[in-house]
């Protein structure tokens, strides 16, 4: 369970991400560097590459990335699409072979823009096989964005469809042309003062402010978090600075994020957003903050040696930051 976000806002561009899961996958922030070795299950080995940073886990020697953005301002996140997800059970020599955890590594690290990925897609076969035995293929679909456009990748029975994306939006199932069709359902909302359209004789009027979006759906179900992550980035004012603009996207993800306690799993767990992030694109900064800390906290792609052969971690900071004001 997870929602992406895609929006401009005045000059930048900002990718804004929920992960909604019930435990931890071991997460930190990764800087993967330009001289990195990236290799493959199937195939050659990227010995150079963009740079990237994102959040990932599993792994403390390979970049198993959730979300990430790379140097040249393409973002890519992965979500939960399990029961629709449908892998090549074998590599196929007329295909660039991916696993659904090399695909993110592929895209960022040789594609600069959605137009260069998307090509790219044309060639790419997605196959089944695991990372390792205890870490299971994950069933997944893909938000990939840039300034200019933003598409979403499922890889279905007959092969990887990609739809483009003007919601700018993803949560997770059902596929992604449900979720356009469903936003018909909701065209009545509005973020403005509405006016009586029930009866031209009944003397109906609001009697309060936020009426024009009465039937906002407000459950965690992927659906309602599509159409309420949509309707609220549609209708965000424009923040006119870089802070405004990231403190913006993290009031959005916060509308569509779980509470513990609130969506329990059928094995009795919590399901929680274990982190929200906020990725400025054109500066290279991934923002985040956890359910245990409110506090943003920021990470800088250029401030790193971005020639390097290792990868860079640090760990998300999940005590509780507070600014005690007296004592």
Known sequence: ???????????????????????????????????YRMTRKSGDALETHYAMIGMAGGS????????????KGLCMAGLNFPGNAVYAPEPSPAKENLTPYELLLWILGTCATVQQAQ??????????????????????????ADRERSIVVEPREDGLRVYENPVG????NPPFPFHLT???????????FPENDFSRTLRLAPFGQGMGAVGLPGDFSPPSRFVKAAFLRENSAAPQKDEEAVTQLFHILDAVSMVRGCVITAEGKYDITTY?????????I???????????AAVNLFCENLDSTDLIKYEPIRQQQILQINR
């Open 1 to 35: 369970m997870c929602t992406t976000i895609a929006m401009t806002m005045g000059e930048g561009f900002y990718f804004g991400r929920n992960m909604d899961l019930e435990y931890s996958f071991g997460e930190k922030i990764l800087i993967t560097p330009r001289r």
């Open 60 to 71: 403390e020697e390979y970049p198993l990335y959730a979300e990430a953005v790379n140097e």
């Open 119 to 144: 090509e790219m897609l044309k060639t790419v076969q997605i196959i089944n096989i695991p990372f390792t035995k205890a870490l299971p293929v994950a069933p997944l679909h893909w938000h990939i």
């Open 169 to 172: 939006v993803l949560t997770n």
């Open 182 to 192: 469903n936003l018909n359902c909701y065209l009545h909302l509005t973020a403005g």
């Open 276 to 284: 929200s992030c906020c990725i400025d694109a054109l500066h290279g």
């Open 286 to 296: 991934y923002y985040y903050k956890t359910y245990e800390n409110n506090q943003i």
